[in-house]
């Protein structure tokens, strides 16, 4: 071999392992800027009060969706509402009261179609507080008693111009995940328009969005109901629970027939459907009667320090595609009700609970 040969394989050697080095360094660095990129803050921001009896109280927040009454001048608002949770030491007894003093409205100038503010749930995500607008798409930050647009969120498979009729929030592991109505979008009278609806999305920390058909999802939950299309679920109360590693639905409405708008006010749930993590196989479980079939179920959190034994949930009332009444309940996870239906005041049309 040449000497030429020699000092050209030595230098592609050389030129090798320093290639070799500086992707070893880049991955390392990537690695740990997409580690930092999905740190994610698990923060409570709810107070606890304890009682010499070993009962606790915790303080919530709950936010409307006015529907038309939204509109105030040239803006669009949502009431902000704070009460406390009382529990007993047993987990037997709970109460329910506000301060109504600390009410408070949210508004933004940021409408689709002329509607806006029409907020569908509550999260706390990294620390912070978080809701949904179901007109824009809109995912607000609440801080400071402002609402402060932080990402939008487009429906279906995200390549359309309408926003995401935003329904449910919920956190599983490094996301916030947002969900829809969870059914085929028809006319008022139940033809099929399309399945945007029925897809999901998962929001990181830093606002980062991945879209997400859960169609076979949606199919498999009803599904579990005996329910199958042109049978529908609509959905407004989905959560995730990192204790039981299970997904929680209860939904709204469901009826075996055709959707109809004039007919849907009347097709509330007692219902509540429990599947695994992979979404494959699912129960269940009878929430105290059905005798009130216009109430249906539009938010949901699990109660603190309970091993997410108990649930407070909100109910919702409309007639003539009007609010008439809100309520809260609390029930444990295998539907034994705890604190039935509590008429909340005002008739407003509470869709967002979060413990903060």
């Known amino acids: 071999m040449t000497t030429e040969n020699n000092n050209s394989n030595f230098f592609n050697f050389l030129l090798l392992g320093f290639v070799t080095v500086i992707a070893f360094y880049s991955g390392t660095q990537l690695n740990k800027a997409a580690e930092q990129t999905e740190h994610v803050s698990h923060a409570s921001l709810y107070s606890t009060k304890k009682f010499d009896d070993g009962a606790k ?21 949502s009431l902000v509402s704070r009460g406390f949770l009382k529990v007993s030491a047993d987990h037997k007894q709970a109460d329910i009261h506000f301060d109504q003093d600390s009410e408070y409205y949210i508004d933004t100038n940021i409408a689709a179609g002329g509607r806006a503010m029409e907020l569908s749930d509550l999260a706390v995500f990294n620390g912070k507080l978080y809701s949904v607008d179901d007109r824009t798409g809109l995912i607000y930050q609440i801080s400071d008693k402002k609402a402060i647009p932080w990402v939008i969120l487009n429906d279906g498979p995200g390549n359309v111009v309408k926003g995401l009729k935003g329904e449910w929030l919920t956190v599983k592991d490094t996301k916030l995940i947002v969900g829809g109505l969870g059914k085929e979008w028809t006319t008022t009278e139940g033809e099929y328009v399309n399945d945007h609806p029925m897809w999901v999305k998962h929001v990181s920390a830093n606002g980062a969005v991945h879209h997400e058909n859960w169609k076979d999802v949606f199919i498999r939950v009803r599904r579990a109901a005996g329910i199958e ?51 494959t196989d699912f129960e269940v479980v009878r929430v105290g009667s059905d005798e009130h079939k216009t109430r249906g179920f539009a938010a949901f959190q699990f109660v603190p320090n309970t091993h997410h034994q108990l649930i407070v949930a909100i109910k919702s009332e409309e007639k003539d595609g009007k609010p008439v009444a809100s309520y809260a309940s609390v029930f444990d996870i295998h539907g034994h009700v705890i604190l039935d239906d509590l008429k909340l005041h005002g008739p407003h049309k509470y869709e967002g609970i979060a413990f903060a």
């Open 57 to 77: 109280e915790y303080s919530f927040v709950l936010v409307t969706d006015l529907d038309h009454d939204s509109k105030d001048g040239k803006k669009w608002r």
């Open 229 to 279: 299309y042109p049978g529908y679920m609509i959905h407004e109360a989905v959560q995730w629970s990192p204790i039981h590693r299970k997904w929680f639905f209860l939904p709204r409405r469901m009826s075996t027939g055709k959707y109809s708008e004039a007919d849907d006010e009347s097709r509330g749930t007692n219902v509540m459907i429990v599947g695994n993590e992979e979404l």
